[in-house]
């Protein structure tokens, strides 16, 4: 469960997260809002990479301004830009990244790749450069590299932005069969409404909180 | 040349990266003194041979010398001119062996191996301060970097050319420069999204 306890958050004068309180402990949870709304803030905050102005964010109790390295190891974050998250010049090699920050024993580092590749069909491109790789199967490879951690919790900022349909629609399929808990940061309408719950933000405010149907329609009504 | 390991099997991608580092810093440093032209010749061939060993297309071999043909034949000029033409061909053999051998080493091994093995051997400066870790991770940030970056002026160009300037350093520097530190600033969150750990 990921909790946020009245969070505030400011960059220099500029507030972006006005008292946020939320519980989150469905499989799917998305949050959408304008630009500038504080999405992307709420989104780093949930695994530490920003650690709240004011208020705290627990992650299985565990606050992230205590212990950030040990919240990180529960959330795994994908980028909207992939080539912004891909560390090592060839595929196998990326997703081997993490691994060896675990300081894991080479044969496991070994198998964990493996079973990442198969999963997301990237074997038969283990050993190309990443930079040769198309948009999806580059944010393909950045989410095999984030989920072979294997995180209880994986935040996705804006995951399909820079795809094409085709590609929106195969990550749309990947993450909805994640059985991992996923909270989705989007504009994308279409993959905000596969969410068990969807909140709406604007303004560094929750405006809605509902069910899909409901909460979309609240934000397209601020959004006219 | 950087960053393109061509997987195959073969005895030389088998070698462990440490070996091949070694041999290619000896052989280097031997060919330098190789006054010789048919023991460079040799060597030449040699190198041929190691890329056939290597089940590495000639034409491999030979894209790794085409981008440096003009310094080569500018050298070989100064030479032959101010010296002999025989000084000429020994400085432009040495150079190609060098390449080729570097070109080899890159292309038989995976840079996380490379990477590794660069780790191990600057641990024995740890005592001094220095932290292989973050060297080795620079480096492999270096070359996975290079084609994104060249990705990027092309686009900035094309912005600038759909604008209508046609050369102007400015008009590419800034914005190049801009996106560059954005991006510094998105892959160190990405390191630390990704739990790496600088000590």
Known sequence: ?224 | MLGLYLHRESPVHALPAGWKLLALAVSATAAFFVSDLAVLGAALAACVLLFVAARLPLRVAIDQLRPLLPVLLLFFAVQAAFVSWQAGCLMVGRFAVLVLLAGLVTLTTRASDMIDTLERALGVFRPLGVNAGKVSLMLALTIRLIPVLVDLVQEIRMAQRARGVERSPMALLVPLMVKTLRMADNLSDALEARGYDPH
């Open chain 1, 1 to 224: 469960m990921i909790e946020l306890r009245n969070v505030r958050h400011r960059y220099g004068e500029r507030e972006v997260l006005r008292g946020i309180d939320l519980t989150l402990t469905e499989r799917r949870v998305a949050v959408v809002g304008s630009n500038g709304s504080g999405k992307s803030t709420l989104a780093r905050l949930l695994n530490g990479l920003l650690v709240p102005t004011e208020g705290q964010v627990l992650v299985d109790g565990i606050d992230t301004r205590k212990d950030a390295r040990a919240v990180r190891r529960r959330v795994g974050f994908v980028f909207q830009d992939p080539d912004m998250q891909i560390v090592y010049p060839t595929v196998e090699e990326d997703v081997a990244f993490g691994l060896k920050n675990l300081r894991l024993p080479r044969d496991e580092i070994a198998r964990r790749v493996d079973a990442a590749l198969a999963r997301f069909d990237l074997t038969e491109h283990r050993t190309w450069p990443a930079h040769l790789l198309s948009g999806g199967q580059k944010q393909l490879l950045a989410i095999a590299s984030v989920l072979v951690l294997d995180p209880a919790y994986v935040v996705f900022d804006e995951p399909t932005t820079l795809l094409d349909l085709r590609n929106c629609r195969r990550i749309a399929q990947v993450i909805r069969d994640l059985p991992e808990t996923a909270i989705l940061v989007s504009h994308d309408l279409d993959l905000v409404a596969q969410a068990e719950r969807v909140i709406v933000l604007d303004e560094g405010r929750v405006v809605a909180d509902d069910a899909p149907a409901p909460a979309l329609a609240a934000y397209v009504a601020r959004m006219s």
